[in-house]
């Protein structure tokens, strides 16, 4: 018989956790390194002892002088299952990955083990919101909005004027003048942008919600901030705001749902062009991402078997009584689709 190790191991391997994912690192390489890190700690510890079973082995008669050879019964260990024989217990897992985030984007990312793969549907089917930080740098453009992209482009942001007189021995008249009359890229002016992008997703988180506004589940819906697009939709912002202005850097919080990284860095470029500008994204970083926030997510110190188990424990009661309000948001309510 194996050990029982292995066993009572996976037992404790079913449900969902989240990994913080440093920048610079493919999804699928730092699932890769989960599944190895897991094996290891299942199929280590101490090889229990072999089942002894008895053999007749030939041998010399004791106390005889003759060479005649004897049958004599012998305990011998068996090795037909020792590891160093067949191999470790556990050679795969299943694992799954939740809503991905490219090679240059960091921040939290949600793994599921065995049962916990199909949990990541039903996160899915809720259509959860997910938080972001996106940093941009004003002054230039690249072809793929990021900032060591290709540059295509490099423009002014406003400058004090204080120094005009001295750029007008510089550059041409018409120039200066432009600067003077372009301080375009204030904190009050990109508030102002951002407002008017929430306003115009929410309007179509409404439209794809497919819900009568007039109707008191819609009412109650809203009220518990669980309206949510039916069917697949593009990219939705429900919040976007500015933490930090200091020009040429801002930074932006961003809340969403049906988004990728590139279109994130691709809003930092358009409302670079609102502003009168360019823009390009320096970091894309996830904070939140359904009921899971970068203090639930391990750091890669901590991607081994105990540390993992430990959180799918921690985080299973949450998972269920948030995918409990998410899918079934109310009576009457229509049930998330399937995909």
């Known amino acids: 018989m194996g050990s029982r190790r292995p066993v009572l191991a996976l037992a404790r391997l079913h449900g969902l956790f989240a990994v913080y994912k440093p920048p610079g690192l493919k999804w699928k390489h730092l699932r890769d390194t989960v599944e190895l890190q897991l094996l290891k700690g299942v199929n280590a510890g101490k090889a229990p002892a072999p089942e002894q079973r008895v053999r007749f082995l030939l041998g010399p008669t004791e106390g005889s002088e003759e060479k005649a050879l004897t049958l004599t019964a012998t305990s011998v260990p068996a090795l037909a299952n020792h590891p160093l024989v067949c191999g470790p217990a556990v050679t795969s897992l299943k694992i799954g990955v939740g809503h991905r985030l490219d090679a240059q984007a960091s921040g939290v990312l949600v793994l599921g083990v065995g049962h916990g793969c199909s949990l990541l549907t039903d996160m899915y089917n809720a259509h959860l919101t997910k938080d972001y930080t996106v940093r941009g740098l004003l002054g230039k453009a690249t072809d793929d909005f990021c900032e060591d992209g290709r540059l295509v482009e490099k423009s002014t942001y406003g400058v004090p004027r204080r120094n005009c007189f001295y750029l007008g021995v510089y550059e041409p008249l018409e120039n200066v003048l432009r600067m003077l009359s372009s301080d375009h890229v204030t904190r009050e002016k990109l508030d102002r942008i951002l407002a008017v992008i929430q306003g115009s997703h929410q309007k179509a988180l409404v439209m794809y919600s497919n819900l009568d506004l007039q109707t008191q589940e819609a009412y109650d819906m809203a009220v518990r901030g669980l309206i949510r697009p039916m069917n697949k939709s593009p990219m939705l912002i429900t919040g976007i705001r500015c933490l930090h202005f200091a020009p040429p850097e801002f930074l932006l919080e961003v809340r969403c749902m049906h988004e990728t990284q590139k279109q994130l860095r691709k809003l930092v470029h ?23 926030t970068l203090d639930d997510a391990l750091l890669r110190t901590r991607w081994d078997l105990h540390s993992i188990q430990d959180a799918i424990q921690a985080a299973a009661p949450r998972v269920a009584a948030e995918l409990e309000k998410s899918l079934r948001p109310g009576p009457g309510a229509p049930a998330a689709p399937q995909p």
């Open 270 to 292: 358009e409302i670079g062009l609102e502003l009168k500008t360019t823009a390009v994204c320096s970091q894309v970083r996830r904070t939140r991402d359904g009921f899971f």
